[in-house]
């Protein structure tokens, strides 16, 4: 029985209870990404006590991440991001039960990553694995909360197949993904990562209204929210996806 005082502050006066809490802390959530957005996701779920996590992520700490990577430490360097992300967990909230895979995932190996886990939190960096990711959750059936962030600008909304438009329905699919290198400043990109552990905290407990067709859109240069409607587009390829089988 896991000791709930750390959480007090949770459910104390902010429409979560502690049966809320209970959820969370029963609650299994994957991160795709330990980096910008990923070490700001993690540590707010570490924190709210989602009991557990998982992190899949291919890559190690380089010195040119800890502009905005927070959850790496310097020590870290030239290790693998999913073990530098799980140590500061572990010693932040040992409640926390950290699964890992140091692995980039593609169509061919994501199918046992995602068994057992509902939630998927993208943090990936590049669109190419965005719009992968997309394609797997409708297929599955399984809630994205999806976040984005490049310098100064982020974004965040949370998808729900069969309920919500799609990431292709809310920025269509270019033929050919040109890849920028998606590097943004910290308090940007944290920003946009509490928000979206903000989206995972409502979507397990119930409290609160999450970002279903909504795109809720950051601007970091006037500090500035703006709030974008979208719908499912009867278009979308991405959508139509489980009737091509
Ligand atoms: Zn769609």
Same mark, same amino acid.
């Given at each position: ?15 979560i ?22 070490s ?37 360097i030239?290790? #693998?991001?999913?073990? $530098?992300?799980?140590?500061? *967990? ?7 039960r950290? =699964?890992?895979? !140091? %692995? ?15 939630i ?46 799609c ?12 890849? #920028?290198?998606?590097? $943004?400043?910290?308090?940007? *990109? ?8 903000? =989206?995972?905290? !409502? %979507? ?42």
């Amino acid at each position: 029985m896991i000791q709930l005082t750390r959480y007090k502050k949770n459910f104390e006066q902010n429409g979560i209870t502690q049966a809320d809490q209970e959820k969370l802390l029963n609650s299994r959530v994957i991160v795709m990404g330990a980096g910008g957005l990923g070490s700001g996701v993690i540590m707010n779920l570490a924190a709210l006590g989602v009991g557990q996590i998982k992190i899949i992520d291919g890559d190690i700490v380089e010195e040119s991440n800890l502009n905005r990577q927070i959850i790496h430490k310097y020590k870290n360097i030239g290790r #693998a991001k999913v073990i $530098s992300a799980k140590d500061w *967990v572990q010693e932040f909230n040992p409640d926390i039960r950290v =699964e890992l895979d !140091k %692995i980039k995932i593609n169509e061919l190996n994501y199918f046992n990553i995602i068994q057992g886990y509902d939630i998927i939190i993208d943090c990936f960096d590049s669109y190419e694995s965005k719009y992968m990711l997309n394609e797997i959750i409708i297929r599955h059936k399984k809630i994205l909360i999806h976040g984005a962030a490049q310098g100064f600008y982020g974004q965040v909304t949370t998808i729900i197949p069969d309920k919500t438009g799609c990431l292709e329905c809310v920025m269509q699919k270019p033929k050919q993904i040109k890849e #920028a290198m998606y590097a $943004s400043l910290s308090p940007v *990109v944290n920003t946009i990562a509490a928000l979206q552990a903000q =989206e995972a905290l !409502k %979507i397990i407990t119930g409290a609160g209204t999450p970002l279903l067709n909504k795109l809720l859109v950051f601007d970091g240069t006037t500090s500035e929210f703006k709030m974008l409607n979208y719908a499912k587009n009867p278009a979308c390829p991405a959508c139509q996806i489980n009737n091509k089988y």
